[in-house]
C-alpha cells in the first residue's frame, strides 16, 4: 500500500461567496466600530462601495439593505422608520467574532505564549495537536500518528518521531467562572488608535465559545471609567468608551461581588486595559488624578489585589499599551495578586486571551 502526501488546503477567492456574504462581513465589521449604530453603518458601507465598487448592476446597496431585513439580521422600527440590529444580527456578531479569532489561533501551532499546564482530560474530543512535552501514553492518538508517519516516511523503511506524534484533546468537567472587565476610560479611543473595538470582539468571541463549548461555565462582563457596572453579552455591539477616568478598583470590587455569588470552585478575573488607574471613589464625590502614578490610587488598587490573592482569585491582565511606567505598575499588581499579566498588541489580544482561558481550565486556580 503506498502512502500518501498531503499539501496544504487552499480555498479558492470570494468567488464562491455571495454578493451579500462578502457585504455581510464588511458590515459586520462596521456595526462593531459604530456601537450598533446600522445606519451611521450602512452610511459608511455605501462610501466604501462608491470607492471600491463592491456592488455591481445586478446587485446593489438597496439589495443588501433587503436581504439584511429579509434575513432577519436587522428591522425598522417607529414612524422614521429607523433601522435596528435583530438579535440574530448580535449572534452572527459573536459567531463571526469566535471564527475570526479562534479560528486563527487554531490554525497556528502555538499561540502567543506557551502552555505549561497540560494534563489527561475527562472526555476526549474530536480535535487534534501536534504532540507536546509532557503529554501522556493515554493521549496519543495511535492511528494518527501512524498514518502521519507512513506519509511523512513512507512504509519501505518504516519509522515514526516525534514530529510524526498527534495528542487527542480532552474537555475537562472543571466549571469555571470568569468576569471580564473591559476598560472604558476615554483612552481606549485616543491617539488615533481604536482599542475598544478589539476588546469588544474579544469579549463576543469568548463569551460564544463559553456558550457553545462550556455551557456550565459563567462569564459575567463588567466595564470600568469613573464607576463599574455590569453588562450583558447582547449589549457588547453598542458599548461605547465614555469620557471617563479608570477606576480599576470599581471594577475589581464588583467583579469580587459578582464571583462570590459563583458556586464554581474556579473563579477568574480577565481585565483588559490600557493605562494606570487614575481614579477612587471616597463617599460620594471622586478622586482623581490623571499624571502620573498616584500613590493614593495605587495603594488602594494593589491593597485589592492581595484581597483577591486571598481568596485566590488571580487576575490576568491584558495590557494594551507598552509605555514602561505602566508596565511598571502593572508588574507590581500582578505581585501583589500573584496572577499573570501580557503587554499586547491589538492585534495578538484575541489569541493571548483565548490560550490563557483553555491553560486556567487545565488546572485549579
Known amino acids: 500500500m503506498l502512502g500518501y502526501r498531503f499539501s496544504k488546503y487552499i480555498p479558492a477567492p470570494d468567488e464562491e461567496k455571495s454578493d451579500f456574504d462578502k457585504l455581510l462581513k464588511i458590515f459586520m465589521q462596521l456595526i462593531l466600530i459604530t456601537s450598533g449604530n446600522v445606519g451611521e453603518a450602512l452610511q459608511w458601507l455605501t462610501e466604501v462601495d462608491r470607492q471600491y465598487k463592491l456592488t455591481n448592476d445586478q446587485y446593489g446597496m438597496g439589495d443588501f439593505i433587503e436581504d439584511l431585513k429579509k434575513n432577519g439580521f436587522i428591522s425598522e422600527e417607529g414612524p422614521t422608520g429607523e433601522y435596528k440590529l435583530n438579535p440574530k444580527g448580535e449572534q452572527d456578531l459573536r459567531k463571526s467574532a469566535l471564527e475570526e479569532i479562534f479560528g486563527k489561533l487554531k490554525k497556528s501551532k502555538s499561540g502567543e505564549h506557551k502552555t505549561h499546564h497540560s494534563g489527561q482530560g475527562d472526555e476526549s474530543t474530536t480535535d487534534r495537536r501536534d504532540y507536546e512535552f509532557g503529554d501522556t501514553l493515554e493521549q496519543i492518538s495511535i492511528t494518527d ?158 491593597n485589592l489585589a492581595g484581597q483577591l490573592r486571598k481568596i485566590k482569585i488571580p487576575v490576568t491582565t491584558f495590557m494594551i499599551a507598552t509605555d514602561p511606567y505602566l508596565q511598571a505598575f502593572v508588574r507590581d499588581f500582578t505581585k501583589a495578586n500573584n496572577g499573570n499579566a501580557y503587554y499586547s498588541s491589538l492585534q495578538g489580544l484575541g489569541n493571548l486571551v483565548f490560550e490563557d482561558f483553555r491553560r486556567n481550565r487545565r488546572k485549579n486556580l
Open 145 to 302: 500518528s501512524l498514518k502521519n508517519a507512513q506519509i511523512n516516511h513512507g512504509l519501505d523503511n518504516f519509522f515514526m518521531t516525534e514530529e510524526d506524534l498527534e495528542v487527542m484533546e480532552s474537555e475537562y468537567k472543571t466549571q469555571t467562572s470568569t468576569v471580564l472587565m473591559i476598560d472604558i476610560s476615554h483612552s481606549m479611543i485616543l491617539y488615533g488608535e481604536d482599542r475598544i473595538t478589539p476588546a469588544k470582539k474579544v469579549a463576543m468571541a469568548l463569551a460564544e465559545m463559553i456558550t457553545k463549548k462550556y455551557p456550565k461555565d459563567t462569564l459575567d462582563i463588567l466595564v470600568f471609567g469613573n464607576d463599574a457596572w455590569q453588562i450583558e453579552i447582547k449589549d457588547l455591539p453598542y458599548l461605547k468608551v465614555g469620557p471617563y477616568h479608570t477606576n480599576t478598583v470599581a471594577g475589581l470590587e464588583l467583579a469580587m461581588d459578582i464571583l462570590r455569588r459563583r458556586k464554581n470552585t474556579n473563579k477568574q478575573i480577565f481585565m483588559i486595559t490600557d493605562g494606570k488607574p487614575t481614579c477612587i471613589k471616597q463617599g460620594i464625590k471622586y478622586y482623581k488624578n490623571s499624571f502620573g502614578l498616584d500613590p493614593i490610587i495605587l495603594k488602594q488598587t494593589l
